[in-house]
């Protein structure tokens, strides 16, 4: 055990710093989930692929560094330091980009992935149905084969970034005499395809974050089937993992957050009569520092070689809830204030960055496998008990 | 940047975990229970011989020379086996005393010649700490270290008068001390004093926070094996979600106490006087992490986990006293508090390695 950086990590931190200083816009982006603002984003992915910053873990050949997990850690925590764009590729990038990576042609690697680094496609996930939420082995929507094409019809709901996405990618019946999590396939649908229709589905905060999205009879090419036809579920459980894992959610995001709520705590406290206040910040502190002490565990276990478990799971329940917990506590910390909204004139401080946070922080504990599923994982596959 | 344990210090921890699980049975520890002092001196013997308590004493005085960071996944074991006897106590504080008295230049042939006869088991040292009101085991020490406002004292136990005060945990022998103070047992005083008592608050939560990991982890096993066996409705109660919900609840609290619990010893080992924070951090979260496993088990264990019957008393209790020995939740997220209140505080992802520690480490190093 050595929880010292290495002088070429601490090294990487200062070239991330200064690249991060130089180019991070100094106005805030408008929201991904607005048409100007998904552009804005999508220029700021374009801006950090110039600079192969784009996904520092991926191999260099598309664009990246080949860090390992330890040095991806030290970027993520720099470019929350620095206050950088959300990353509206998200689901490109930390989902379907390892995906593709492990399981795809090298046609198809050479297809997607440089597009996808660059900004130029960005991608939305596309595995709920209205009758497969939690229960993803239900879905229906179908792709039926014709020669060298599928024929995709049925529907999609709760489809992240779809609104303004590129292209989806997501878990279609390809057998239509299978049941379950057999007969499914993983396709990539270009979003713009004849017979595509995308229905906005305001969220809490009232922008189109996701869609409904129609599917009447619209052809695909069978190159973006990823792995074998019928092999879907299995590829959809491996990048169900990515998202629970490590990358989707980074402990810097929460340790920065801590840091806001410390520093918020520090002005408002002698106003607060909230008895339960200061417990609140403390545990939040201490959770965020968890969060982060645990990745760095992990990722020291996977840089030597271990696999990463069902204990994935674990860091689904505890960032979701942590967040929620700041968010909460942050608005005990503004009272009666907490109510405005962002651009509001109250808008002083980050009063409505909380606001926005809080909001965003509900759908943590639903998203990616909701925490219920979450435990019935723990229980069944990390602590061992019985399924029926 | 390396957050794992070696070869050498999991290997170590498996021996260790195997022999206790043969040794330390639940009806040894009730054997306990009722015989006068309370310990098991073939678990004693057994521990000596591997060396448990020679680990932490240094080269020079016969030791192993080891780390908190080797120590730790023992620590974390004999909690896991709910082992009553005080080696982690007695291996983490006195010991550690005792070396930096050495290392202070205080009295050394004395403390040196004791740490040689702690090391084969010969001696046993204890060290009371003004944090807790009882001292656990005390009339089986054949030296006590006692504070005395800065100062330190090493006393024999002939000099002191102890009484036995009854602990709901009939595995823990607390005694109160009295004792007169007097300059022949003094070994330490002023600063010098104060910074023996500081380091070993920290050891000794330390310890306990990992002992907690343990008790908390064989409480989430102990009740996934009944609730995959006891029936009701014609299933096991495992098969309900209420009940797997329990359980993974006491799963995620134990998995983020222990990383917590390992940058602890490590800053204990490499940054003793920046230690606090981390060390609290510990505590807080293995007490608490213990304390929900405790009465989840108790739940998921039904009316039989509400008997004197049901090993689970043996770890559920020493949670509960575990918890507040060394520091209880609210001493320890009181001194992170205080923390993050001092506007010089190094807050953010960036210092969570590396800053705390390194000026610390650099210094060592030169």
Redesign the interface.
């Given at each position: 055990?050595?929880?010292?950086?290495?002088p070429s990590?601490?090294q990487f931190?200062e070239e991330v710093r200064a690249w991060l200083g130089a180019h991070v816009p100094a106005h805030k982006l408008q929201s991904f989930d607005t048409p100007e603002g998904f552009e804005q984003h999508r220029q700021w992915e374009k801006t950090l692929a110039a600079g192969n910053w784009g996904m520092v873990t991926w191999p260099k050949e598309f664009g990246g560094r080949a860090c390992d997990l330890?040095e991806w850690l030290i970027f993520e925590?720099?470019y929350?330091?620095a206050g950088a764009p959300l990353r509206v590729n998200q689901n490109g990038i930390f989902l379907l980009g390892p995906t593709l990576m492990e399981y795809g042609t090298e046609a198809q690697k050479a297809r997607f992935i440089s597009a996808m680094a660059s900004g130029e496609e960005i991608w939305a996930q596309a595995w709920s149905e209205p009758n497969a939420g939690s229960d993803m082995a239900a879905i229906r929507c179908r792709a039926d084969r014709e020669g060298n094409e599928f024929v995709i019809n049925g529907q999609k709901i709760w489809s992240t970034r779809a609104v303004y996405a590129d292209y989806a990618f997501g878990l279609f019946r390809t057998d239509p005499d299978s049941s379950r999590h057999h007969g499914l396939s993983f396709i990539l649908v270009p979003l713009d395809a004849p017979g595509v229709t995308v229905r906005p589905i305001d969220q809490l905060n009232g922008l189109p974050g996701f869609a409904e999205i129609f599917f009447d009879n619209v052809r695909v090419s069978d190159f973006n089937l990823l792995g074998g036809e019928g092999e879907g579920w299995n590829i959809a459980m491996a990048t169900a993992g990515f998202e629970r894992g490590l990358m989707l959610r980074s402990?810097?995001r929460f340790?920065?957050a801590s840091?806001r709520l410390?520093e918020l705590?520090?002005q408002r406290r002698n106003d607060i009569l909230d008895l339960s206040i200061?417990?609140s910040?403390?545990?939040c502190?201490?959770?965020a520092?968890?969060?982060?002490?645990?990745t760095?565990?992990t990722?020291?276990?996977l840089v030597?070689g271990g696999k990463i478990g069902a204990?994935s799971s674990?860091n689904k329940?505890?960032w979701s809830e942590l967040d929620i917990r700041i968010h909460e506590t942050a608005l005990s910390l503004l009272g009666a204030r907490a109510e405005v909204e962002p651009d509001g004139e109250m808008d002083t401080s980050d009063l409505g960055a909380w606001l926005d946070g809080f909001l965003f922080a509900q759908s943590g504990p639903i998203y990616a496998g909701t925490n219920?599923i979450?435990?019935?994982i723990?229980?069944?596959r990390?602590?061992?008990?019985?399924?029926? | 940047m390396d957050f794992t344990f070696t070869e050498d210090q999991l290997a170590f921890r498996d021996s260790i975990r195997s022999v206790l699980e043969k040794e330390v049975t639940p009806a040894s520890i009730r054997a306990r229970w009722q015989s006068d002092h309370g310990e098991d001196s073939a678990a004693l013997n057994m521990l000596n011989e591997l060396g448990v308590m020679a680990l932490l004493v240094p080269e020079a005085q016969g030791g192993l020379g080891m780390d908190w960071v080797d120590f730790i996944l023992l620590a974390e074991t004999c909690g896991y086996a709910a082992l009553p006897e005080t080696v982690v106590d007695d291996a983490m504080v006195a010991t550690g005393m005792l070396t930096d008295l050495v290392s202070l230049g205080q009295h050394v042939d004395q403390v040196s010649a004791l740490l040689a006869s702690m090391a084969t088991g010969a001696k046993r040292v204890g060290c009371a700490h003004i944090i807790n009101p009882y001292s656990n085991f005390a009339h089986r020490k054949d030296w006590m270290l006692l504070s005395n406002g800065n100062d330190v004292h090493l006393v024999p136990r002939s000099d002191l008068t102890l009484s036995a005060v009854n602990s709901v945990d009939k595995s823990r022998r607390l005694q109160k001390i009295d004792w007169t103070p007097s300059r022949r047992t003094r070994v330490a005083d002023g600063e010098i004093g104060a910074g023996l008592q500081r380091a070993a608050l920290n050891r000794g939560a330390l310890g306990t926070a990992a002992q907690l990991l343990g008790l908390a982890q064989a409480m989430i096993r102990q009740s996934v094996d009944y609730t995959s066996t006891r029936e009701q409705f014609g299933r096991a109660i495992g098969t309900n979600q209420a009940v797997k919900h329990l359980l993974a609840d006491c799963a995620v609290s134990v998995e983020f106490a222990g990383p917590a619990v390992y940058r602890a010893a490590y800053t204990v080992s490499v940054a003793p006087q920046r230690a606090d924070w981390a060390v609290s951090h510990a505590k807080a979260a293995a007490g608490a992490a213990a304390e929900l496993c405790a009465r989840n088990a108790i739940q998921s264990h039904g009316a039989m986990g509400y008997t004197w019957e049901c090993d689970l008393q043996i770890w559920a209790k020493r949670a509960w006293a575990l918890s507040k020995d060394w520091g209880d939740g609210g001493f320890h997220k009181n001194r992170i508090h205080e923390w993050l209140l001092q506007p010089n505080a190094l807050l953010g992802p960036e210092f969570t390695f590396g800053k705390r520690y390194i000026e610390i480490a650099e210094s060592a190093a030169a």
């Open positions: 055990m050595d929880l010292l950086y290495t990590q601490t931190r330890i925590e720099e929350y330091r402990p810097a340790q920065q840091k410390v705590y520090r200061e417990d910040v403390v545990r502190y201490m959770d520092e968890a969060y982060a002490l645990s760095y565990q990722a020291s276990r030597a204990e674990c329940i505890f219920e979450q435990r019935n723990i229980a069944e990390m602590l061992g008990m019985p399924r029926k | -």
